[in-house]
């Protein structure tokens, strides 16, 4: 994540893993959720903080969700229906579920299946935020499988030479085990910038940088420009601009749409605006294509490969998807998981309001 | 494709779809390959040109796969084996046969095991190039599937940060049904442009444009320069800076790799520099998920709705991946290819050479 979205040293204070997992799901069982899901949902949120990712963690997500059981938005005890199954696949509608709680068990669906026909894919429509998309894929990672996870929610994209927002940040993951190295976990939004990375921005003061958003007119703002009000801009594709591939960034954002929405017989947001998101859920279970431990150490081989790629001028060293991510793990599984002085006020204010302990820090 | 690589007018010859079909058809035999092989191969190429991606047509591909079967680096008579095989999955070692030919075949056998299970996946390693990678996935999308194809090749691709080429330029394909629209074929690098569009730049003379390509030592050239000779650059992941999200580029080329090489048994090119490429077909199977009718129509509203979206300033109209390809087949199966002088020169040497019938001009 670059240094502009971290929380400022003097504005954090850290909390260990087990207080927040505790409070989280405390908070979550106030809202309705069962015991077992609060639990689930918690676990998804404090995974993503463990590992740095704060933009999809509980600081910047907890509140939302809390916000949108209130609002009726989301059902706390969803009864999903699965709607079409087949060997390798399953289409699931998730009643409303938020899919940090119910993308695991999909997910979890999918290894089942690919554990008996080579592949699984499970596909999820009227649902909540899946969270970090990583989150799901790495429970396929564990079980020696490659998950893949992508979404379709919103309509915050502008595409290639477009003035009106037609599709979703639709993030694309993957999770791939190693034997020695840190495992594989890329995660990433076809936008130049996840949905979330706004929000940060706003609460650290961010600038957007050059070919991050663009005009209402659609036109790509391509030099440094202060973050806006919500509406006052659109996102662009990965790319920025058509000259910098923005039509690919549109391209991987249109491929999840029709993998997490068209198949799961949904409309994306542009066409159905209340509709909830769309996830799409694979694992490729690796005994079925090659030997397991031969995969795992040819990971190894690439991720150190890549890992000891000699650096540019002015960088320390060549990084692959998911290194840094289990180096913060480490840290903070030690050191505590800090969070922004203002999270810790909210945590203060809902604790009091749903009559739970408060969040204790270090 | 960006106008600074369409063949300048004044140097295009045109010749009939059939006519460029037949030729190649001949020069493959010529090179050893069975008459039904000659003919795949010589439709994924003829095809791809219809669509007017000339970087992976005949003339820019023919060339190189007849030098590469006169080394003796491609077999034109390659018994493929499958390693390990599930209901759902197959692992093929192609026998150092060309990827153009065996690709179909993968896809669909693919194909046969999304009809089975719902979904099917066949990775292959060994093999050589795969022409446009979308090809391949057109063939789900007329049998009512979705196709998704990715490629590990080469080593072209500096990491972000890096400064030594580590990765492909891995293409990522999809494509997906419509009902009344031109079907969705996304086909997409992710190094900020294809490999072969440095050749085809090569041959018309195009400069490169900032976040193409980094100096020797890995630092993004950010301002537009000539094309340089080939061991004087490397090639940047999509987005072409980390600030404009390069590491995601870099991320879904470890993405494609991870999925075609490694779930093969391989080794990607930086570490076994003579493996060939490897490469990975899906099929998904719309029926297994939802109605096939439903989903079309389904895409209908939505291609619509991305192509009628209002213009930004300076652009006539917002297109869909595979909206100005259909629009060019259609042109091109009316009026014919237009090839370059210097490749009708090619075919006349080459048809010479192998004494076969020159290649009818229109």
């Known amino acids: 994540m670059l240094d502009r979205f971290k929380v400022p040293a003097g504005d954090e204070i850290r909390v260990a893993e087990e207080a927040l997992r505790e409070t989280t799901t405390a908070v979550f069982e106030k809202m309705g959720v069962s015991a077992e899901h609060a639990a689930e949902g918690a676990n998804t949120l404090v995974s993503t903080d463990l590992r740095g990712v704060e933009t999809h963690g509980v600081s910047n997500m907890l509140r939302a969700y809390v916000q949108q059981y209130n609002d009726g938005k989301l059902n706390p005890r969803p009864n999903w229906r699965i709607l079409r ?201 690796i005994e079925s294509f090659t030997d397991v431990e031969e995969f795992k150490e040819n990971m190894d081989l690439v991720l150190k490969m890549l890992r000891e790629t000699k650096p540019a001028p002015g960088h320390d060293r060549v990084l692959y998807p998911g290194l840094s991510e289990h180096e913060v793990e480490q840290e903070r599984r030690a050191n505590g998981i800090p969070l922004h002085k203002e999270v810790i006020q909210w945590f203060d204010d809902i604790t009091s309001e749903l009559s739970i302990p408060r969040l204790k820090t270090l």
Request: aromatic residues 4%.
């Open 85 to 285: 199954e087949s060997p390798g696949t399953a289409t699931i509608d998730a009643d409303n579920g938020l899919a940090i709680i119910l993308g695991p068990a999909a997910m979890r669906m999918a290894i089942d299946k690919a554990k008996v026909v080579g592949v699984g894919v499970v596909v999820m429509h009227n649902a909540g935020h899946s969270g970090a998309l990583g989150h799901h894929a790495t429970l396929a990672a564990e079980a020696d499988m490659i998950g893949m996870v992508m979404t379709g929610a919103g309509s915050s994209m502008v595409p290639t030479f477009g003035a009106e927002p037609r599709l979703g940040t639709n993030p694309i993951a993957i999770a791939a085990p190693a034997k020695n190295e840190a495992f594989v976990l890329f995660d990433a939004a076809t936008t130049a910038i996840a949905g979330n990375k706004l929000r940060l921005a706003a609460r650290v003061g961010a600038d957007m940088l050059p070919g991050w958003i663009s005009e209402l007119d659609g036109t790509p703002i391509m030099e440094e420009t202060p973050m806006r009000e919500r509406n006052q801009f659109m996102q662009l594709p990965l790319g920025g601009t058509r000259e910098m591939g923005s039509h690919k960034g549109y391209g991987f954002a249109l491929m999840a749409e029709i993998v997490s929405t068209m198949l799961s017989g949904a409309l994306p947001a542009m066409l159905a605006p209340a509709s909830g998101s769309k996830h799409f859920f694979t694992a490729y279970n």
